[in-house]
């Protein structure tokens, strides 16, 4: 009795094959709804293609058509927007206050500002903008100013007491007077 219910399913199966009602999987032995050329269930057909994708070389190559496709300017463009409505989530905002907060991320700052400052294009570029910022008039005259107040003079004067300048001063009086009398004993 099974066995000739069993029969009667698979007759029924195989006509409904042949009038092209279903497909019998390739790889698996799933029916599903025919449509033309294909031969494979979804399932079957998604893992196949995961398979794929993990390929060390397709892997790499949708890397490159990315990051191709992200170099486009429309669409660098619409990268920053998402990232900038990202940011102004408040959980996300609240998220990077805090983190900003944390000594492991003050520190890392730091490292990186003393990275960039010390990188010689860097320190040329702050010479530059330093020296023509001096070069101003509004700030030429701003600086002749300051030298001549009573509070700059005092500075200044301070400055000078100090011991380490003192000495840094005599030393130089002593190299000088030195160098002068070396050159004397040569005439
Ligand atoms: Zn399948």
Redesign the pocket.
Known sequence: MEIFEEDKEIKQLMLRISRKEITL??????F?DYVPQKT??D???KARRREYEQRPEVKERNRKRKREYEQRPEVKEQIRKRKRKYRQRPEVKERNRKRKQTPEYKAQQREYQREYYNRPEVKERRRKQRREKRQRPEVKERERKRKQSPEYKEQQRKYRQRPEVKERRRKRQRERYHRKKKLREEE
């Open positions: 999987c390739e790889t698996c032995d799933t599903f494979t269930c399932e079957c057909k």
